[in-house]
């Protein structure tokens, strides 16, 4: 008797999701560590643009592999709409989603900013020397697709349809320990910071049925971490156009 059964229908709902998280997540991964990919963008620009350029590149290469593959994939296969990943703004819902994007989205900022005392050399992502209006805002772009399509991934691929199949808690818990291990790279503090922040995100779509609080807030706090970088790197400026 096989001790592995056949793969059964029901089965997809969560194997899927998990593969098509995991893969957009690697894929997206080796090129923004690529120094193939890096080498190329400095080859072609001067310093300054490289590095707006070839960041807000892979960034937008994260929000196809991570966001609109797997909902391509997740439509096609399985039927589950953007809608029913969560990617909505429920109406019987308006009120929580403010509140939980404002609240939430203060406290963030108020820890990114304060975070962002503490001299960190990978940080801000865009290593240019002399920074424009322009380059903050592509800067700031960059980051929204990015994690538009990260947040989709983990807030709603790799949500909803394991809540389906395993239950709440288990595909919170599941959620959570793939959150936390994507910031290791980042060091010991993002690491474990992230368990807090991804149980509460995962909580709040939950409770909203909408990925936007997850988005928002994300989004806020990598503007203001990178915005705060920036201003208190001692070998970055501001360049009037």
Not at 214 to 226: G, K
Request: hydrophobic share 55%.
């Amino acid at each position: 008797m096989s001790l592995i059964p056949p793969m059964q229908p029901l089965d997809w709902v969560s194997v899927l999701p998990l593969t098509l998280s995991l893969v957009g997540f690697l894929v997206f991964w080796f090129v923004f560590h690529s120094e193939t990919v890096k080498t190329r963008f400095h080859q072609a620009l001067e310093y300054d643009d490289a590095c707006l350029w070839h960041i807000f590149s892979v960034k937008a290469w994260g929000f196809i592999t991570m966001g609109v593959v797997p909902a391509a994939v997740m439509w096609n296969i399985l039927d589950w709409s953007t809608a029913d990943l969560g990617l909505r703004w429920p109406s019987e819902h308006s009120a929580a989603i403010w509140k939980w994007t404002l609240g939430l989205g203060a406290a963030v900022v108020a820890v990114a900013w304060l975070g962002a005392r503490k001299f960190d050399p990978q940080y801000p992502q865009m290593q240019a020397k002399e920074w424009t209006p322009r380059m903050m805002a592509i800067n700031w772009l960059g980051w929204a697709l990015y994690l538009a399509g990260y947040e989709f991934m983990f807030r709603g691929v790799l949500l909803f349809p394991l809540v389906d199949t395993l239950g709440a808690w288990p595909a919170v818990a599941v959620n959570t320990v793939l959150y936390s291990a994507t910031h290791i790279p980042k060091g010991r503090d993002e690491a474990i910071g992230a368990i807090p922040l991804g149980f509460l995100l995962c909580w709040v779509t939950l409770q909203t049925s909408s990925l936007w609080p997850a988005i928002l807030v994300h989004i806020f706090m990598a503007w203001t971490n990178s915005t705060a970088r920036f201003l208190r790197h001692p070998g970055m400026k501001w360049k009037q156009q």
